[in-house]
Nanobody, 130 residues
Framework: QVQLVESGGGLVQPGGSLTLSCGAS????????VGWFRQVPGKEREGVSC????????YYADNVKGRFTISRDGSKNTVYLQMNSLQPEDTAVYYC???????????????????????WGQGTQVTVSE
């Protein structure tokens, strides 16, 4: 049984940092493209970042570029999202997802609709507030 589990969310002040982790059981994340998404109530889930398999090419949404960093540790079967300079508009439930895709072009992975991603975690809440 495949399971993705996000962790590391919480409450942080504006300007602060958090690191989210996406761990997996039942599949090897380094054989998959992995994405981070976020969603606020009443809005569609939006992509935050993604990372390809093999060469770890990455892609970021414009509104997080330069502040967030996605990375993976194959030995731990985990993908991370380092989030710096957090702002209230970053408040959301953050999800990781895995995609069975052998390509390494991150922009192609970024274009895959959320409904086509193969595996999803349950989400972790990030709240940025005073």
């Amino acid at each position: 049984q495949v399971q993705l589990v996000e962790s590391g969310g919480g409450l942080v002040q504006p300007g602060g940092s958090l690191t989210l982790s996406c761990g997996a059981s039942g599949l090897r994340l380094d054989y998959h493209a992995v994405g981070w998404f976020r969603q606020v109530p009443g809005k569609e889930r939006e992509g935050v970042s993604c990372i390809s398999r093999s060469v770890d090419n990455t892609y970021y949404a414009d509104n997080v570029k330069g502040r967030f960093t996605i990375s993976r540790d194959g030995s731990k079967n985990t993908v991370y999202l380092q989030m710096n300079s957090l702002q209230p508009e970053d408040t959301a439930v953050y999800y990781c997802a895995a995609l069975r895709y052998n390509g390494t072009r991150a922009q192609v992975i970024w274009s895959v609709p959320t409904r086509l991603w193969d595996y999803w975690g349950q989400g972790t809440q990030v709240t940025v507030s005073e």
